[in-house]
């Protein structure tokens, strides 16, 4: 994901690959999916419970409509354009949503950058990394403890991208031997990335690539 400027117009590319394995109870694939409490810096009794994609490869931060919707904003869509693997230059037209403020299950707080309404935000909640998949592996057991238990209320509704940097770098990190996943502290939260099938590395593969890029009308004139 790239982000250019012409005149005063930006001009946000946004690419994100995915991919794990799939089975019926094997194959799960663990990404940067954290559980998060989100309100507006001006109603900050009003709390939604909400997972977030923590993503690099994007480099704008993104949210859904149904949460722009119970956040209240009523400000007028803007146009842009969306392009992924399989669609170029799609319009679009979305919310702008500022004055967000994240924080942890442990009460971390960060303010977002301003956010863009869109519905392509990646909805697997099997990329949800769990206290008790983390817990069978020797390298990250202690680690376990500070991962949420899994929340089927919430809904993956916010993308976190690298115009977030600070809420993106990496504080500690935990590997493992080779092959297996491996756990980074972030600002806010550790999270836990990689392959942790635990009864089947071999059979069918599902290979899930999501390639999104967002800008404006007037940077392509």
């Not at 969306?82 to 442990?106: F, N, P, Q, W």
Request: overall charge positive.
């Amino acid at each position: 994901m790239s982000k250019e400027t012409k005149g005063r117009n930006p001009v946000s590319e946004t690419r994100s690959k995915r991919t794990q394995c799939d089975s019926n109870r094997g194959g799960l694939s663990c990404s940067k999916i954290v559980l998060m409490d989100i309100s507006l810096q001006d109603k900050p009794d009003q709390i939604h419970r909400v997972y977030a994609l923590v993503d690099e490869q994007s480099n704008s931060s993104m949210i859904t409509p149904d949460l722009a919707n119970k956040l209240g904003i009523n400000s007028k869509k803007e146009k842009y354009f969306l392009s992924t693997c399989s669609v170029s230059k799609e319009v679009k037209y979305g919310r702008r949503v500022s004055g967000v403020i994240a924080t942890s299950v442990d009460g971390k707080s960060s303010k977002l950058p301003t956010l863009i309404e869109c519905n392509h935000i990646p909805q697997d909640k099997r990329e949800i990394p769990t206290p008790e998949l983390v817990s069978r592996f020797p390298h990250l057991q202690e680690l376990a403890k500070e991962i949420p238990p899994f929340d089927s209320k919430a809904e993956i509704s916010i993308l976190i991208g690298r115009d977030a940097p600070e809420l993106l770098k990496v504080r500690e990190f935990r590997n493992g031997p080779r092959g297996a996943p491996w756990a980074q502290k972030l600002s806010i939260c550790w999270t836990v990335c990689g392959q942790v099938c635990l009864d089947r590395l071999d059979g069918a593969v599902h290979v899930s690539t999501h390639r999104t890029t967002i800008f404006t009308k007037r940077a392509l004139d």
